[in-house]
């Protein structure tokens, strides 16, 4: 394959594999027009009639370049994150989205959906969320169209650098030297000193 796109996550409605199913037909086929061709890995798993039921659909729907890999550990998903064009994660709400993190800190843009945690911390330099659209097949065309964007404007190249640096911003290290900050702020703010731990 030229291009791959990586969705990781549990074999769950919520995280809509469906949707990233049928999003493949459309960017395999744009990008197939352009000569590309592409590999959806799909890294994680579920009870086996969700399994089953995700592996026919990726049939039934005719497309060459899906492959189910499993649940993988850490350093395996690392290597995956590294080679991928674009991590595909559309879950329909995120409470923050670790996974969108993971990805970018390897350098690899990502493509959400436009709610929860996401919001905080995906723009344009680092992907791009799709909006929740009403309609599942509204929501699949639009993810289709932005996954085939960043595989043919090759989203990996121009945002990877940007990518890196908004995962520095989530590291331990970060998070706690930004709450010591806010501390140390509310303490200049109201005059006195911040309360001893």
């Known amino acids: 394959p030229d291009r791959m796109v990586l969705f990781v996550g549990k074999f769950a409605d919520v995280k809509r594999l469906d949707a990233l199913l049928r999003a493949a037909v459309i960017y395999e ?12 890995v799909i890294a994680g798993s579920g009870p086996v009639k969700d399994q089953r039921l995700y592996q026919d659909m990726a049939q039934e729907l005719g497309l060459e370049g899906a492959y189910f890999v499993g649940p993988h550990g850490q350093p395996a998903l690392a290597r995956l994150y ?9 879950t329909k709400f995120e409470a923050f989205g670790l996974v969108f993190i993971e990805c970018l800190a390897c350098g690899t843009p990502v493509v959400g959906t436009a ?28 993810l289709g169209e932005t996954i085939t964007r960043a595989l043919l404007e090759d989203w990996k190249t121009s945002k990877h650098a940007a990518a890196v640096q908004r995962a520095a911003q989530y590291t331990l290290t ?18 006195g000193s911040a309360p001893a731990p």
Do not use: H, I, W, Y
Request: charged letters at 20%.
């Open 82 to 90: 590294n080679v991928a064009d674009v991590g595909v994660f559309p």
């Open 29 to 40: 086929a744009k990008a197939a027009a352009q000569g590309l061709r592409v590999a959806t």
């Open 174 to 191: 970060a998070q706690c030297g930004a709450m010591l900050a806010a501390v140390d702020d509310l303490a200049a703010r109201s005059g």
């Open 115 to 142: 709610a929860g945690g996401p919001l905080g911390f995906v723009d344009d330099s680092v992907g791009e969320l799709v909006p929740d659209l009403e309609s599942d097949t509204a929501f699949s065309d639009a």
